[in-house]
């Protein structure tokens, strides 16, 4: 299958809302056909005598001249432009609201919808510029500005919008690589957006944002990606903590050149350390000669005093 047959979906997927029927048109109509009825019927009653049939006969012909009048009025919502033709001429955009055409030569081309409308669409087995095949889904936002060209220049503007943004899709697909889509998917909306805008202007619409919703890749090319996403990470990781090191060092070399300035501090150093050990409960302990002999000659525990203590008792 050909990756440029556009007939083999519908171009459209998302389906157009469903709208209630509006009755008010036809009881407006219903109501003047009944005044016109009233009114006709009082002024030419119904005949008592063969020789009245004649004016039976002219109200008749006024009500069904009203008939024809009502049956004229038109109406359109607040959104709805009626492109009006006259003898199959265009004459005029009518709406919103109650508007009147002439019986017999005018009659509605097309009703056109001018709000913001979203139109999703996909692309099926696209190549990117790295040669990786993939399914892109995309919506559309537009919106139609000036109804006498949508409807008068395109044959149907709403397949036009959506080819045109197929098109250029498969444009930005084909000219970029795949990580280009992971990672900066705003630049190929722009890119759409543009492309598609140029040409729709001439028309009568607006594009005003392409979204890219989803984009399917083969699931070989998958797990590679993940691998190469998992080896990402385990190398940032590795680096924060190299990072983390040099900051250790660098305030380990800082505090050492310190202690090696200030002995006070370096003795005050290990006896917190040694205090830390004796609160974490610790039968033995290991302590450099140095420290242990000073320790001992200073007195700091008390170990002199209670080895005396213990002599004492012993005699």
């Given at each position: 299958?050909?990756?440029f047959?556009?007939n083999?979906?519908?171009?459209?997927?998302?389906?157009?809302?469903?709208t209630?029927?509006?009755?008010?048109?036809?009881?407006?109509?219903?109501?003047?056909?009944?005044i016109?009825?009233?009114?006709?019927?009082?002024v030419?009653?119904?005949?008592?005598?063969?020789?009245?049939?004649?004016e039976?006969?002219?109200?008749?012909?006024?009500f069904?001249?009203?008939?024809?009048?009502v049956?004229?009025?038109?109406k359109?919502?607040?959104?709805?432009?009626?492109?009006?033709?006259?003898?199959?001429?265009?004459?005029?955009?009518?709406?919103?609201?109650?508007?009147?055409?002439?019986?017999?030569a005018?009659?509605?081309?097309?009703?056109?919808?001018?709000?913001?409308?979203?139109?999703?669409?996909?692309?099926?087995?696209?190549l990117?510029?790295d040669?990786?095949?993939v399914?892109?889904?995309?919506?559309?936002?537009?919106?139609?500005w000036d109804?006498?060209?949508?409807?008068?220049?395109v044959?149907n503007?709403v397949?036009?919008?959506?080819?045109?943004?197929k098109?250029?899709l498969?444009?930005?697909?084909s000219?970029?690589?795949?990580?280009t889509?992971l990672?900066?998917?705003?630049i190929?909306?722009?890119?759409?957006q543009?492309?598609?805008?140029?040409?729709t202007?001439?028309?009568?619409i607006?594009v005003?944002?392409?979204e890219?919703?989803?984009?399917?890749?083969?699931?070989?090319?998958?797990?590679?990606?993940?691998?190469v996403?998992?080896?990402?990470?385990?190398?940032k990781?590795?680096?924060?903590?190299?990072?983390a090191?040099i900051e250790?060092?660098?305030?380990?070399?800082?505090?050492?050149?310190?202690y090696?300035?200030?002995?006070?501090a370096?003795?005050l150093?290990?006896?917190?350390?040694?205090?830390?050990?004796?609160?974490?409960?610790?039968?033995?302990?290991?302590v450099?000669?140095?420290?242990?002999?000073?320790?001992?000659t200073?007195?700091?525990?008390?170990?002199?005093a209670?080895?005396e203590?213990?002599?004492?008792?012993?005699?």
């Amino acid at each position: 299958m050909s990756l440029f047959n556009f007939n083999a979906q519908p171009l459209v997927k998302n389906k157009p809302p469903k709208t209630r029927p509006d009755f008010s048109l036809f009881l407006l109509r219903l109501i003047l056909l009944a005044i016109a009825a009233a009114v006709i019927f009082t002024v030419y009653p119904m005949p008592e005598r063969p020789e009245d049939l004649a004016e039976m006969k002219t109200g008749i012909a006024i009500f069904l001249a009203v008939l024809i009048l009502v049956s004229c009025i038109r109406k359109a919502d607040e959104w709805e432009r009626a492109i009006v033709l006259r003898f199959g001429k265009f004459r005029k955009v009518k709406g919103p609201g109650l508007f009147f055409l002439l019986p017999i030569a005018d009659r509605i081309g097309q009703i056109v919808d001018i709000r913001i409308r979203v139109s999703d669409f996909s692309t099926q087995k696209t190549l990117t510029g790295d040669s990786v095949t993939v399914d892109v889904d995309a919506i559309c936002f537009w919106l139609v500005w000036d109804p006498q060209k949508a409807v008068l220049e395109v044959e149907n503007y709403v397949d036009a919008v959506v080819l045109s943004s197929k098109t250029a899709l498969r444009n930005a697909i084909s000219s970029h690589v795949l990580s280009t889509f992971l990672e900066r998917s705003d630049i190929i909306e722009r890119q759409i957006q543009e492309e598609v805008d140029k040409k729709t202007t001439e028309w009568g619409i607006t594009v005003l944002h392409i979204e890219i919703t989803d984009i399917q890749i083969p699931e070989a090319l998958q797990d590679s990606l993940s691998r190469v996403a998992q080896a990402e990470r385990e190398k940032k990781g590795r680096i924060l903590l190299a990072e983390a090191e040099i900051e250790i060092a660098r305030k380990l070399e800082e505090a050492a050149g310190i202690y090696s300035r200030n002995e006070p501090a370096m003795k005050l150093k290990i006896l917190s350390i040694l205090n830390e050990g004796l609160k974490a409960g610790n039968s033995m302990m290991l302590v450099p000669n140095s420290v242990a002999e000073e320790l001992k000659t200073k007195d700091i525990f008390g170990l002199t005093a209670l080895n005396e203590l213990k002599k004492e008792e012993k005699k």
